[in-house]
C-alpha cells in the first residue's frame, strides 16, 4: 500500500486508474469493470 501511494500520490482518481491497470495486467481475473 505505501508503495502505491507514493507512485499515484493520495489522488482518488489516480488511484482508480492504477485499479484498472492492475485489471488489465491480471488476465482472466474480474475483467469486467
Not at 6 to 30: K, W
Request: glycine fraction near 10%; charge should be neutral.
Amino acid at each position: 500500500d505505501s508503495v502505491d501511494s507514493h507512485r499515484f500520490g493520495s489522488v482518488p482518481e489516480d488511484n482508480i486508474i492504477g485499479r484498472m491497470v492492475a485489471i488489465y495486467y491480471q488476465p482472466g481475473r474480474m475483467r469486467t469493470f
